[in-house]
Every structure is written in C-alpha cells, then in structure tokens.
C-alpha cells in the first residue's frame, strides 16, 4: 500500500512583533521570519502542535 504525504502550506500572514517569546520561536522553527514568509511542509502530529501555537499568525492550507 502507497500512502501519499500530506503535505500543507504554512504563510506568516500578521506581524511577530510584540508576540511572546513562544510564539516567535515557534515561528522561526518552522522558517517563518517576515510576512508573506511560507513553507510547505510534511503534516505530523508535531506540525500540528507547532500550528496551534502560533494559529492567530498563520494561514495553513493543503499543498498540492
């Protein structure tokens, strides 16, 4: 059986300025810096977590 990786793109849509020191450091994790930053990355439980974090910040689709 082939399981296909689901795969999603994460965009830094608002400003990490002012935001605690967790959510800025989660962000940098996932190679978010700048508005308009993205990465498509493999979905994992840990993704998922990391996203919770910081979900206000984000915009998450899937990825083709």
Do not use: C, N, Y
Request: aromatic share 4%.
């Amino acid at each position: 059986e082939i399981r296909r990786k689901i795969m999603v793109k994460i965009t830094l849509v608002k400003s990490l300025i002012g935001r605690l020191d967790k959510q800025v450091k989660t962000a940098g994790s996932l190679g978010l810096k700048k508005i308009g930053d993205f990465k498509v990355l493999e979905d994992s439980p840990a993704l998922q977590g990391k996203i919770f974090v910081i979900k206000h910040l984000v915009k998450v689709e899937q990825a083709d």
